[in-house]
Nanobody, 119 residues
Framework: QVRLVESGGGLVQPGGSLRLSCAASVSTFRINAMGWYRQAPGKQRDLVASISSFGRTNYRDSVKGRFTISRDNAKNTVDLQMNSLTPEDTGVYFC?????????????WGQGTQVTVSS
């Protein structure tokens, strides 16, 4: 059974930073693409960033230059460093796993971690 467990969410002021981490209990982690999604209140869940098994990254336009996704295959973790946060970054952040090496679509989800950007 695959488990994805997120951590690192919380309340931060505008302009601040947070680092989210996702621990994956899956034997195929090193050959799976991983992603981070965000769901704001009343809105759909959107892909924020993805990273392929070989380290290629993609970001949605609104977070480019501010967010960085990274992975540690030795630890089975994928992180999302978020800088220069704005209230529009508020939402529940979900870690997701793709079965393939390059990101296509998620097949497994974490339970989510709340990020609130507010003064």
């Amino acid at each position: 059974q695959v488990r994805l467990v997120e951590s690192g969410g919380g309340l931060v002021q505008p302009g601040g930073s947070l680092r989210l981490s996702c621990a994956a209990s899956v034997s195929t982690f090193r050959i799976n693409a991983m992603g981070w999604y965000r769901q704001a209140p009343g809105k759909q869940r959107d892909l924020v960033a993805s990273i392929s098994s070989f380290g290629r990254t993609n970001y949605r336009d609104s977070v480019k230059g501010r967010f960085t996704i990274s992975r540690d295959n030795a630890k089975n973790t994928v992180d999302l460093q978020m800088n220069s946060l704005t209230p529009e970054d508020t939402g529940v952040y979900f870690c997701a796993r793709d079965r393939t090496m390059a990101w296509v679509q998620p097949i497994d989800w974490g339970q989510g971690t709340q990020v609130t950007v507010s003064s």
